[in-house]
């Protein structure tokens, strides 16, 4: 029987040192890949290790846990990278680092109340950290911004979608018919899945449209840019025959290397691509290069030296004979995080990604504008251009401010599909109807409008006599109608600064000039041809229609009531018009322009 048991104990003790040695080399493969920076190969073997290695190795557990959770980090794996922090903090992980990455993760999922939690708790440890501080401030922005989110209108572009990833859409310079973009899906080369994503090496596609203007579908560029490497992220000069690109080669005795490659193209052929020579530095990273629209500048994302932590975007002088020195846009764009995907736009104005500065969650878009001094004005796109996920690689339509650009969000296998973008445009118009004051259309009229702006128009009308007019917002105009025998009409209209667009309406009765003009709310007082104070509105009215009309001169007629004598009614009937020449003289009307006649009671009388 003892013997039995000592046979027992010692087939236990081999099956643990056989556990043991299995979890152990497992952990050597993990290591080994992440080394590499193959962090899917690495995550398969921490995982198997994690599962093996037993409970009361905590110590252990907790570390494995943290790299698996890295691996996960670094391949969009959010939710599973969560658990794998969350299950590194419980066994006791060492470095507070864990609850910072934990943080990051919770608001990328949008569990905003929890990773405020994880942030303030990683701040006792480290009160100074400028991307936690960040992080605090994203989870209390990040709600509002989705609760009033901004007038872009973001869809999904299902013809460009695989069944993996596909990010980083580019037009070919000003060329709108053409379209480029980077995808693992299954058309791409070579049949082996990348170490790093799990997924096969990305290549650059591209889509053109047809004659209807509708999009076809992408297609695999065959030409050398692509190889058994991961290629992609790229940019085009204006003209649309140079293409700058990012290139990731695998070499499986070293790190994985990001550089940047150029490609000239003849007719419709890209020529072999060359590595371009920015920097003597062979060691860092070189990616996601935009050249400039004039050609002048080509900005990139690197973690070389003299940065300010994580990827910066840096920017160097593009001439004939080459590259010059590489410049660092400063702390206003770049963080301690990671700074990535530049785009600039045709109007100078730099769009960037970036999970160091305030933002919803992963990668956020930006916008960055720099002014006389050099100082760079920055903000972010809120919602819905950003998500809780990943949001970048911006393409524009020249001179629009639509077009595409690449997101992970909603997606629960982290991976990327393009988007449509659209900032509809901000319309203010004034629609006017001029028309006589028997309420008849005058199509032949036409409406001069003279605006703060500079805006000096001329309008004609439509059949109804109703004109529409773009204007500007926060504006002044004067709008003035006239129509050959009618006496002209003046509106003035000042538009809001509201952020939205928004229809003025405006009525132009004009009155024709042979047809008596009847002015009420003229009074005098009584017995005689002195004006009230009632009076002065109409009076003021009169000056605006002459104004309005400088070439016309008008005959003033007075009438009185049928109390005394025809003489003597005549003759008051006669101050009372002269009154009303002196009111307008005095109101900047020429007298030449005016004369007055009394008519007494008989024209009142004819008119009663």
């Known amino acids: 029987m003892k013997k039995i048991l000592s046979n027992i104990a010692t087939i236990c003790l081999l099956l643990s040192l056989l556990q043991s040695c299995g979890w152990e080399s497992s952990i050597k493969k993990g290591d080994e890949s992440y080394a590499l920076g193959e962090y899917y190969d690495a995550a398969k073997f921490y995982r198997k290790a994690y599962t093996n290695i037993p409970a009361k190795e905590r110590k252990k557990k907790g570390e494995i846990a943290y790299k698996m959770a890295d691996c996960y980090r670094l391949t969009n794996y ?25 943080a990051e993760l919770q608001k990328e999922t949008g569990d905003y109340k929890a990773a405020i939690k994880s942030y303030e708790q990683y701040l006792s440890y480290k009160p100074g950290n400028t991307l936690a501080k960040n992080g605090l401030t994203s989870c209390k922005l990040a709600p509002e911004w989705k609760k009033n989110p901004t007038r872009y209108i973001v869809k999904k572009f299902p013809l460009f979608l695989s069944n993996r990833s596909e990010y980083s859409p580019m037009y070919a310079g000003k060329d709108i018919d053409q379209i480029y973009f980077t995808s ?90 060359q590595k371009c020579i920015i920097t003597k530095d062979t060691l860092s990273s070189l990616a996601h290069p935009a050249i400039s629209p ?36 400063g702390d206003a764009i770049n963080t301690p995080g990671n700074e990535m995907f530049p785009t600039i736009k045709d109007n100078g104005n730099l769009y960037f990604s970036s999970d160091g500065h305030p933002g919803m969650g992963g990668l956020d878009l930006y916008w960055a504008q ?29 001179g629009l401010q639509r077009g595409f650009f690449s997101s992970n969000r909603k997606d629960a296998r982290g991976w990327d599909h393009i988007y449509t973008f659209e900032l509809p445009e901000i319309a203010h118009t004034v629609t006017g109807w001029v028309y006589d004051k028997e309420g008849d259309a005058l199509p032949e009229a036409t409406v001069s409008i003279v605006g703060q702006d500079g805006t000096n128009l001329r309008v004609s009308v439509k059949g109804d006599g109703s004109f529409t007019q773009k204007l500007e917002r926060g504006q002044s105009y004067v709008m003035l109608a006239n129509c050959r025998g009618y006496l002209n009409c003046k509106q003035e209209l000042t538009t809001d600064s509201i952020n939205e667009s928004k229809n003025y309406e405006l009525e132009f009765p004009l009155a024709s000039i042979t047809r008596p003009v009847l002015i009420d709310n003229i009074f005098y007082e009584f017995d005689k041809a002195t004006l009230t104070a009632e009076s002065t509105k109409a009076l003021n009215d009169l000056i605006k229609m002459l104004n309005d009309n400088p070439n016309i001169t008008i005959e003033l007629n007075a009438h009185c009531d049928y109390f005394g004598n025809d003489s003597y009614n005549e003759a008051l009937s006669q101050r009372r018009a002269e009154a009303v020449v002196k009111f307008l003289v005095a109101g900047g009307i020429d007298i030449n322009r005016l004369t007055a006649k009394g008519y007494g009671e008989s024209t009142a009388q004819s008119n009663k």
């Not at 720099?370 to 393409?395: A, H, V, Y």
């Open 294 to 329: 004039n050609g002048h500048y080509l900005y990139f994302s690197s973690d070389m030296p003299g940065g300010y932590g994580g990827k910066d975007i840096w920017r160097v002088p593009v001439s004939n004979s080459g590259f010059g020195a590489v410049e660092n846009l």
């Open 370 to 398: 720099q002014d006389s001094l050099g100082n760079w004005k920055i903000d972010n796109l809120k919602s819905p251009m950003n998500s809780e996920s990943d949001d970048f690689g911006m393409t524009f339509e020249p």
């Open 78 to 102: 959010s939710v599973r990278a969560k658990a794998a922090y969350m299950n590194a903090i419980r066994y006791k992980y060492h470095d507070s680092i864990a609850l910072f990455y934990l």
């Open 184 to 273: 693992t899906r299954d058309k791409a080369k070579g049949n082996n899945l990348n170490g790093i994503t799990g997924m096969k090496s990305a290549d650059i596609f591209m889509a053109k449209k047809n004659e209807k203007g509708n999009w076809l579908l992408p297609e695999r560029l065959e030409s050398d840019v692509n190889t058994e490497f991961e290629d992609g992220a790229c940019s085009f000069t204006a003209d649309g025959k140079t293409m700058y690109f990012t290139r990731c080669r695998i070499d499986a005795n070293s790190p994985v290397s990001a550089e940047i490659y150029v490609s000239q193209r003849t007719g419709a052929n890209w020529g072999a691509p």
